[in-house]
C-alpha cells in the first residue's frame, strides 16, 4: 500500500502544510511517498526527504511545474498513481494551493474527494467536518483509490531533520498548456503567517475602519508576535485584505493564542478559530456568541481597551 | 458563446445546522433553503460578462431535488436567461454533480462554466475543479477578478497570502471567491419576469451517469463543544490569567 502526498512548496522550502498532511498519512500505514514537482526544487525534494516517515520522494522536475499551475500537476499525479499499482490513497493539504489541484486529481482517477479530514480511522474511515464545523460526519470510502485533503490544524506535523529518504528524479507528464501564470502578487509579510502562528490577534466589524483595524491591532500584534486575522465582516466591509480572513470560507487557524477582537461570533467565523487552544474575547456587547466559546472574556470598548493591554504585556 | 452557472440548494446561511438525534445526517426538515452564497456571486457574474458584451446566454444549471426549481427561478431572477434542472433525489456527491454538469455543458456547447468554490453545507469545495478535469478544460478556481477578451480569460485568483494572475485560451472554468463581486439585489419585478423564463428538468436515472455515492455516511455528530470560560473584569487580570493560568504568553 503506497501513500502519495503531493508536497506543498516553493521550490526552495517546503511549506508547513505538508508537514501535518504526512503525520496524517502516517495513520494510514503503508509507505508514504512524496511527490514534489517543481522548477528547480531538489532543496524541497531534499527537505521532503529529511521528514520523519516518508519512505520515497519523488522528484519531477520540468519547468512547467514551476508555477503549480493545478492542470499539469494533477495530469502529472495521475501518472504517478497509475505507475504505481499498489497506490491506495492520494493526499495534499486543504490549503488553498491544496484546494486547487487534488479535486481535479480525483475527478481524473474518478474518486470521490474526502474534504478536509481530520480524524484517520482506518485505511478507509475517516472524520470530517461539514456545515461550518456544526456538524461531524464520519465517512467511509469505497473509492479503489481513496483522495483526500488534510485539515492540517487536526495533525501535528512530523519531524522535518529526522528522516534520510531515498529521493528519486520520476518523468515529468506532458504539459497541456491550458494556463500561463502572467503574475502573482505575494505581500511580504513581516508577521508570522497566519496558518502557522502560534498567537493571532483578529479584528472584527467593531473596529469600525481600516485606519484603526490596523492602527488599534498592530501594536498588540507586535508585543505578542502575533499574525493578524479578521472576521468576514471586516473583510467585507475592506477594513483587512481577503487572505486575513479566519472562517468557513477563509482560514481555518488553532494557535495557541486567539484574540478575537470586536467579533461578535457568527457561526462562520467559529468554524475557523474554535479549535484554539486559549480564546481572548473583546466585545463591547456582553451577549455576543463570542463569549460562548471564549476561554477570557472582557467586555468593554476595545479603543479603550486594547491599547490597555498591549501596555500591560 | 453561452455560459453555464452551476447553483445549489442549500440551508440558509443564518440558519445554524442541527444534528438529527439518531445520527443520521443534519435536519432539512421545515428550514429554509436558499442559494449557495457562493453560487449567487457565480450567477452575478455571468450575468455581468453578458451584460458586457461578452457572453449571449447564461445557462443556470442544478442538481437535486424537485425544489431546486426555487433556485434556478432565484438565478434567473438574477438575469439567468433559463434554467436546467436534473432532478434526483438521492444525495449526490461533488464527482455525480460535475458528470452532470459535464453533461449539460457538452450539450450545450458552453465555453465558459462558473461555480460558485464552495457550498456551506457540505463545505466540500470541490465540483467546479472536478468539471475541470471531466471536460479538459483550463480552470482558475477563487477568482477575485474576471477578464475575457475574443477567446482569452484573464483571470485573478486568491492564493496564499496574495493574488495571481492566470492567462488562458477558452474554454474555462471559474470558481468564485468573496471578492468577485456583490449580487444585485433581486427586484420584484425581476422576480415576476423570472417565473416566465424556460426551465427544463431533466430526470438523473435517464441520462445514463453513474451518480451512486463513493462514500457511506456512517455517523454525523455534534462537534465537541467548547466550553465557555470566565469573564475577567479588566486588562490586568486577564494579563494576570493568560500568564500563570493558561500559560500562554
Not at chain 1, 3 to 13: F, G, P, R, S, V
Not at chain 1, 268 to 276: N, P, V
Not at chain 2, 70 to 92: F, Q
Not at chain 2, 102 to 124: C, T
Request: net charge negative.
Amino acid at each position: 500500500m503506497t501513500i502519495l502526498i503531493i508536497a506543498e512548496h516553493d521550490n526552495a522550502t517546503l511549506k508547513g502544510a505538508t508537514l501535518n498532511t504526512i503525520a496524517a498519512a502516517l495513520k494510514l500505514g503503508g509507505d508514504v511517498h512524496v511527490l514534489v514537482a517543481g522548477t528547480g526544487c531538489a532543496a524541497a525534494a531534499q527537505a521532503a526527504a529529511a521528514c520523519s516517515g516518508v519512505a520515497k520522494v519523488l522528484l519531477a522536475d520540468a519547468a512547467h511545474y514551476g508555477d503549480h499551475l493545478a492542470e499539469n500537476l494533477a495530469a502529472l499525479v495521475v501518472d504517478r498513481v497509475r505507475a504505481d499499482p499498489g497506490c491506495s490513497h492520494v493526499l495534499a493539504p486543504a490549503t488553498p494551493f491544496g484546494k486547487n489541484v487534488l479535486p481535479r486529481v480525483a475527478a481524473l482517477l474518478d474518486s470521490s474527494q474526502i474534504s478536509d479530514v481530520i480524524a484517520v480511522e482506518s485505511v478507509d474511515t475517516f472524520q470530517r467536518p461539514f456545515y461550518a464545523g456544526n456538524a461531524i460526519a464520519q465517512v467511509q470510502s469505497k473509492d479503489k483509490i481513496k483522495v483526500l485533503s488534510i485539515r492540517t490544524t487536526a495533525f501535528d506535523p512530523v519531524d522535518a531533520g529526522s528522516g534520510a529518504a531515498p529521493v528519486e528524479a520520476v518523468a515529468a507528464s506532458a504539459d497541456l498548456g491550458l494556463t500561463k501564470l502572467v503574475g502573482r502578487e505575494v505581500v511580504k509579510l513581516e508577521r508570522p503567517e497566519l496558518t502557522a502562528a502560534s498567537v493571532i490577534v483578529s479584528g472584527g466589524r467593531g473596529l469600525g475602519a481600516a485606519e484603526k483595524f490596523h492602527a488599534v491591532l498592530e501594536p498588540l500584534a507586535d508585543k505578542l508576535g502575533a499574525a493578524l486575522g479578521a472576521s468576514r465582516a471586516a473583510v467585507d466591509a475592506g477594513y483587512a485584505p481577503n487572505d486575513y480572513q479566519v472562517g468557513q470560507t477563509g482560514k481555518i487557524v488553532a494557535p495557541q493564542l486567539y484574540v478575537a477582537i470586536g467579533i461578535s461570533g457568527a457561526i462562520q467565523h467559529l468554524a475557523g478559530m474554535k479549535d484554539s487552544k486559549v480564546i481572548v474575547a473583546i466585545n463591547k456587547d456582553p451577549d455576543a456568541p463570542i463569549f460562548q466559546v471564549a476561554d477570557y472574556g472582557l467586555v468593554g470598548d476595545l479603543f479603550v481597551l486594547v491599547p490597555e493591554l498591549a501596555a500591560a504585556l | 458563446m453561452k455560459i453555464l452557472v452551476a447553483v445549489k440548494r442549500v440551508l440558509d446561511y443564518n440558519v445554524k445546522a442541527r444534528v438529527k438525534s439518531d445520527g443520521s445526517g443534519v435536519d432539512l426538515a421545515n428550514q429554509k433553503l436558499s442559494m449557495n452564497p457562493f453560487d449567487e456571486i457565480a450567477c452575478e457574474e455571468a450575468v455581468r460578462l453578458k451584460e458586457a458584451g461578452v457572453v449571449t446566454e447564461v445557462i443556470a444549471v442544478s442538481c437535486g431535488p424537485a425544489g431546486c426549481q426555487e433556485t434556478l427561478r432565484s438565478a434567473m431572477a438574477i438575469g439567468a436567461d433559463r434554467g436546467v434542472l436534473i432532478e434526483a433525489d438521492a444525495v449526490l456527491e461533488p464527482l455525480a454533480v460535475a458528470k452532470m454538469m459535464q453533461h449539460v455543458a457538452r450539450k450545450e456547447g458552453v465555453q465558459l462554466a462558473i461555480f460558485g468554490k464552495q457550498a456551506i453545507d457540505d463545505d466540500a469545495g470541490q465540483t467546479g475543479q472536478m468539471f475541470g478535469a471531466l471536460m479538459g478544460w483550463a480552470q482558475a478556481s477563487f477568482a477575485s477578478k474576471v477578464l475575457v477578451s475574443g477567446e482569452t480569460a484573464t483571470i485573478t485568483r486568491e492564493i496564499d497570502g496574495g493574488l495571481e494572475t492566470l492567462e488562458m485560451k477558452l474554454p474555462v472554468v471559474i470558481t468564485t471567491d468573496l471578492r468577485l463581486n456583490e449580487p444585485r439585489f433581486i427586484t420584484l419585478p425581476n422576480i415576476m419576469k423570472a417565473k416566465k423564463k424556460p426551465l427544463e428538468v431533466l430526470k438523473a436515472a435517464e441520462l445514463g451517469i453513474d451518480v451512486a455515492p463513493r462514500t457511506t455516511t456512517l455517523q454525523v455528530s455534534e462537534p465537541p463543544t467548547r466550553k465557555a470560560g470566565i469573564r475577567v473584569a479588566d486588562t490586568a487580570e486577564l494579563v494576570k490569567r493568560l500568564k500563570e493560568e493558561a500559560k500562554v504568553l
